[in-house]
Structure formats: C-alpha cells, structure tokens
C-alpha cells in the first residue's frame, strides 16, 4: 500500500521501513506518566486479545491519502498552542497536505456530524464497539428538517448523519478547522466508550493485512 512504503519524516528526520512505520506514534515522545500508560496497556490489550483473533482487519483502511509522517502520538503531552501544563491528546496527528482525502477506515454508520468545537469539521463514524473520529476537515455542517449533513463542495463530500459508510470510502479533506497548528488529520479510535491508541491498532491491522498476502 502506499501508505506504507518507504518515507522520509520531514519532521523527525528518519527513514521507516514498512515494517516499522506503523510503530512511529510510538516513539515520537517518551511519556512515563503512570496514567498514560494504563490507557496504553487497556489499548493493547482490546486490540490484540479482543479483536485481532478474528483477523476483523484485513480489509481495514488507512484513514488519510498522501501521509507523510505522524507528528503526535496518543497521551499526554503539552499544548501545541502554549502554555506549561500537559493535555491528554485523545487521538493520533497524521499530516498530509491540506486537501488530502480521508478514508473510512471501516465499514459502519455515521453517528455525528459537527462543526464548533476544537476538533472543527469532523465525522464520528461507529463500528460495531468502535467509534472512529476524524477531526480538522474541511468543509461545514448543515441541516435540513432534522437530518444533518457534512458537506465540502470543492470536495465532492457530501455525508449525512445515519449514512452507512463502507471502508475506505471517502469521507472528507485534510484541513485546519477546529483548534490546529497545521493541516493534519486527527484520528480517535474508542472501544467500548473508551478511547484507544490508534497507533496500537494499526500495528495490528497491518499484521493481519500482511499475513493475508503471504
């Protein structure tokens, strides 16, 4: 896949290899805090004992076009905007150039449609457990009677909430809405109400993909 082959991080300076590409959000940043790693334990344990048994993933998605490089991980860090303290980042930053199309990474029914908060134009797309979120497009949100819609005209996107989505359709643009320093997607993944390191599960989707073309 495309996503995975050999890149050159602007922002760390590295070359990945397939392999270890999807391990980068893991060594962005050395966070010892006890609280981020109980939430990184709970991830690795739902993603590779509850889920990766049945090799669910194998026809997940990639959620964004034309990565270049993750520029932060999931858990606690400090502002990008300023000030000292630590925020706990609920998801994982994947750059690609504004415009970029985002990919549904899997199949499942749009829950939410929103457009005011920090996360800006964004979609929250429900699989089975799994809500995936994906934050900082483009574009605006509508309604009309009581449905709402997402929509970015220069696009092509038009989604509506209750709308069925397959993986690895696409659901929007890379973009700077919402609380950002620079064109990213924000990707959030939660199990059971409870948020999950992306990072994890996409170490696990690529095994399951890999295995199947072996």
């Known amino acids: 896949m495309k996503q995975f082959q050999l890149l050159r ?22 966070l010892p805090l006890l609280a981020w ?12 004992n509850k889920i990766a048994t049945g090799n669910l993933w194998r026809k997940a998605s990639f959620p964004v076009e034309n990565f270049q490089y993750y520029s932060s991980p999931f858990g606690y860090r400090r502002s990008p905007t300023g000030g000292s303290g630590l925020e706990f980042h609920s998801g994982l930053d994947l750059v690609a150039p504004q415009g970029s199309y985002v990919r549904s990474w899997w199949t499942g029914t749009i829950v ?28 605006q949100v509508g309604t009309q009677g009581k449905n709402r819609y997402m ?15 397959p993986a690895g359709a696409r659901i929007g643009r890379v973009g700077m809405t ?8 924000h990707w959030g993944l939660k199990y059971a109400n409870n948020y999950i390191d992306p990072a994890l599960v996409l170490r696990v989707m690529y095994a399951q993909q890999k295995d199947g073309q072996s």
């Not at 991080?9 to 050395?30: I, P």
């Not at 809500?131 to 900082?136: V, W």
């Not at 919402?178 to 997607?185: A, M, Y």
């Open 178 to 185: 919402g609380r950002t320093t620079g064109p990213h997607l």
């Open 112 to 139: 939410k449609v929103a457009d005011r908060d920090a996360c800006g134009t964004h979609v929250i797309i429900r699989s089975g457990a799994w809500d995936h979120i994906y934050c900082h497009m483009q574009g």
């Open 37 to 48: 790693h109980q939430k990184k334990v709970t991830a690795e344990e739902v993603a590779q």
């Open 9 to 30: 991080s602007q922002k760390l300076g590295f070359t990945v290899s397939k392999k270890s590409l999807l391990l980068v959000a893991l060594s962005l940043a050395s």
């Open 151 to 165: 929509i970015d005209r220069e696009g092509g996107i038009v989604l509506w909430e209750g709308q069925t989505i």
